[in-house]
């Protein structure tokens, strides 16, 4: 079976604000897939919180079994789904736009996304399982009730709280695997990991500005094709995405948090004109940079 793009389902236990699909809730999610899943815009939390799964998630085989948490990431792609008769599971899906909503994107740094995509999950320990759980239950009922005039606020401010719990979780536990690792590797495997966090760091401070791999390869002194073997190898991921990932966080930003006109937006990302600004926009959003601003600027 060919990709499918879902979305979340419906029902009593799918909760939303409204009948969008940016931010949707589901207390239970028994049922995987088949085929293959590519999520091109959006995001998703499980907490598996009975039997077993299995399946192949961007090359790697991940198992989740009671008390993990699982981070899928837009554009990946999971296959060959398994899981035991009584495998249940809570969900959080949310859009690129949502996160701005619920001000992830100033907490998350491109080191996270980049750990997160090689460590998708995390074995949550019972104080972890019970304070999630508190804030999963509290989260669902204050979705149910719609009644409060600032009811979109305060489910969003619910999320972000517990998202940032997870991130606190998924770091603690990137801390762990680092230390571990570095006991067993040899020096050739903690310069390649230092590397790829250099290389991180460098697109992070350019702000969207520097877009072309061979210029972080000559910052770093290597050639291109190696700065690619080692992202690869470190990561699972191809520089030019991630640099790709944080120019459109940087486009994002300035378009919903400032009045910048497409042209000083364009001057100030350094690209050629507002034309090809705008043409490269769309290619990755589907919209327009002044249709986006539009639609979300606060």
Not at 61 to 82: C, E, P, T
Not at 199 to 216: K, T
Not at 241 to 257: C, K, N, S, V, W
């Amino acid at each position: 079976m060919g990709i499918q793009n879902l979305k979340p389902r419906s029902g009593s236990d799918t909760l939303r604000i409204g009948d969008s699909d940016e931010l949707v809730v589901m207390e239970n999610f028994g049922a995987l897939p088949k085929g293959q899943l590519r999520l091109n815009d959006q995001g998703l939390i499980v907490i598996c919180t009975d039997g077993m799964a299995q399946f192949d998630y961007d090359g790697q085989q991940i198992r989740l079994r009671k008390n993990d948490l699982f981070l899928y990431m837009a554009h990946s792609v999971a296959s060959n789904f398994m899981s035991s008769s009584d495998f249940n599971c809570r969900q959080i899906w949310f859009t690129r736009s949502e996160l701005w909503n619920i001000n992830m994107y100033a907490e998350v740094s491109l080191a996270d996304l980049a750990y997160l995509k090689q460590h998708p999950t995390v074995h949550l320990t019972d104080d972890d399982v019970q304070l999630l759980d508190d804030y999963f239950l509290l989260l669902c009922r204050r979705m149910r009730d719609r009644s409060p005039l600032l009811y979109p606020d305060i489910v969003r401010s619910l999320v972000s709280t517990m998202m940032l719990e997870m991130l606190c979780m998924m770091r603690r536990d990137k801390i762990q695997k680092t230390v571990s690792k570095d006991q067993e590797n040899t020096t050739p495997g903690v310069h390649k990991r230092l590397l790829a966090d250099k290389f991180m760091q460098l697109v992070e401070q350019s702000d969207g500005r520097i877009r072309r791999v061979d210029d972080f390869a000559r910052q770093l002194n290597v050639t291109p094709k190696y700065l690619s073997t080692i992202l690869k190898e470190t990561i699972n991921r191809r520089p030019s995405m991630m640099i790709e990932h944080f120019t459109m966080g940087a486009i994002e930003r300035r378009l919903r948090f400032t009045d910048m006109t497409m042209q000083e937006i364009a001057n100030d990302l350094n690209f050629p004109n507002a034309s090809f600004f705008g043409k490269y926009f769309k290619e990755r959003m589907g919209i327009t940079p002044l249709e986006y601003r539009k639609k979300y600027q606060n």
